[in-house]
Every structure is written in structure tokens, then in C-alpha cells.
């Protein structure tokens, strides 16, 4: 079996990728499409540059809400005959992931969604049921608890890059560009309501007001501007303790992992870390969009969407004093994803 595999936006490409490389260690070929990050992701796999399409049964692809290069590549595979199957991974923007070229909904032959939830809100958004596949979260397969002394040697590692006291507890908020991708006022078709600036601000005057010590670690997303998430750590700061986290070692994954608490809007970190067990703040005031709603139904999770509800910043911080939790039940859903994925592209009958 020999497949064609394509990805744009990181996330896509983190869903993607452990899928793919369980799919090459159980036998099946591989052709990665010569587009962004997925060569780096993906040493010694064979290229394909563009060009006349080469001879795949299936094409595999992530979903992106800011790169429609893959979907303009699966509807020519479609086209031209070849099976298409699509890998979800967030809880949000099922149907835009979808039509973002312009050229109306693509409905492929598969569409992998991390658990019913998701399931039930695509078909709400007018994907058909019959290609709707839970499969879990491939990039969620293999996520374990860090051992302590891997999580005190990643704690250790913040403090000396943030200048965080031993004294202090960690917090981490994990930033997306809002504003860049939803705009920053209703003069946008998708704003949000608010922006990662307005949201950093709004934790850091609470922080600031609340009892005990913290120390805040600003993770960037990939495609982010380091500088302006800077200029707006630097505007709101004050005497908070903490800083914008560069790229390096640990990774983002490893520093929300060792975090005390994990605040942010809409990541798939967020959901990962409550997944572990960890105090988890989606601060979202103003939020607009029912679709970005995705952490109403997580028991434990603190939900901020209004004004109203920015009593529960304090809730979370309560819990932030105290040890991690265990892991949640739900952490056995995504485990298997990527080989569950291996499996199908694997099969002949699919």
C-alpha cells in the first residue's frame, strides 16, 4: 500500500505525523509531499515535489485553517481517483478546515476525529455521518505522566530561563495568534471576541492582584510574533515574574507537562495537560463563537467566556497551589490512535 501525505498549520502536522511513521514501521510505503515542515518531520522518506501525481492508492492529509495548499492537493487526487482520508486535530472549525480555498465543501473519504464529541459537532456542521471515523488523537497516543525527577529537571530548566524563584509556583500560558487569524475587532468575519493580547493582559492584571507567588511562562505558537507577544508580556507585566519562552529545550509539550497550572485560550495543549491531570484556565472573555466553546463539557476545566466568570482565574490558582491530579479516564481514548490510523491506511478494504 503506498500513500501520498500532506500538512500544513504544526498542529495538522503533529497529528499527522505519528500515524504515518507507524505506518512505515508495519510495512507501507510513503511518498511526503515537498511542502513546509513535513519533510523535516519525516527524514529519509521519499519526496514528492508536485508535478504529475504519482501512483498512491490513498492520499493523507491534515486539516489547516491558514495553508489550503493540501486541500487544493486532495481535491486533485480526487480528481484523479485516488482515495482521500483527512486528519482532524482540534475541536473546532470542522467544516472551514474543509472549504478554505473557496471552492466549496470537500467531503473525504474518511475523516479521522479525535473522539463522539467531535463526531457529533461535525455532523452539526453538515459533514456527512457515514465519513465521519473516531480514531482518538494520534498525536495523544503515546502521552504519559513525566517521571519526577524528568519533571523536576524541566522545572529546574523554566526557572533559569524565566528568572523564576524556587519559592514560586509555575504557571504557563499557551498563546495562539488571534488576531492574526480572527482578527481584532467584529469587523472580522471570525473574530473571536477577543485577542491573545487582551487575554495575556487580563491574566496578568489578575495575577498580579492574587495571593501567593507565581512565576508565568509565555509560550508562542509557531507561527506567532515573537516580538509583539513580547511587547505585550513587557506592557503588562509589572512586577509579575516570568517571560515570552523561546523556541529550544525543554520543548512546549515538556514545560506544560512540569507546569503547576496551564492557562490559554483553545490549544490542544490545554486539553493535553488536562488530560494529565493538571489545573487547566480557558480564558476566553468575550467569546463570541459558540464553535470555540470546546472546553464547556470538561468536567474540571475552568471555563472563562464572559466577564461574569472571571471569578473562576481565582479557582484555578487555588488548584495550582495544590499536587497534580491523576490522569483522566479519558486519556485511554487516544491511546492506539496512530496505530489504529496505520492500520486502516494499511487495508485494502478502506
Known sequence: ????????????????????????????RLL?????????????VPLWEGGDLPAVERMVFATSVADAAPLRLARRCRAAGIRVECVLDNWMNYRRRLEIDGEG???????????????????????PAR????????ALSDLRLAEAGEREGTRAAIRMAMGIPEDHRILVFVSEPVEQDQGADVSFPGYRGYTEKQVLAELCSRLRSADGKWGLCVLAHPREDLAALAGTWKANASSLVGGVYRAGTPSPGQIVA????????????????????CPVLSLQPGLIRPDLRIFRARAG????????????????????????GAPRAEISSHQGSADFLARAWLSPNR
Open 1 to 28: 500500500m503506498a500513500i501520498l501525505a500532506a500538512a500544513g498549520d504544526p498542529g495538522g502536522l503533529n497529528a499527522l505525523v505519528p500515524a504515518l511513521k507507524k505506518f512505515l514501521s508495519a510495512g507501507g
Open 32 to 44: 511526503a509531499w515537498k511542502h513546509r515542515d513535513l519533510p523535516a518531520a519525516l527524514p529519509g
Open 105 to 127: 465543501l470537500f467531503v473525504p473519504d474518511s475523516y479521522y476525529v479525535m473522539d463522539d464529541l467531535a463526531r457529533e459537532e461535525a455532523i452539526k456542521e453538515g459533514l
Open 131 to 138: 465519513v465521519l471515523v473516531v480514531s482518538g488523537h494520534p
Open 258 to 277: 512540569a507546569a503547576d497550572g496551564v492557562a490559554g485560550m483553545t490549544s490542544i495543549l490545554l486539553y493535553e495537560d488536562w488530560l494529565m491531570g
Open 301 to 324: 476545566v475552568h471555563c472563562v467566556q464572559d466577564a461574569a466568570q472571571l471569578g473562576k482565574v481565582k479557582d484555578w490558582l487555588d488548584e495550582a497551589r495544590r499536587e497534580k
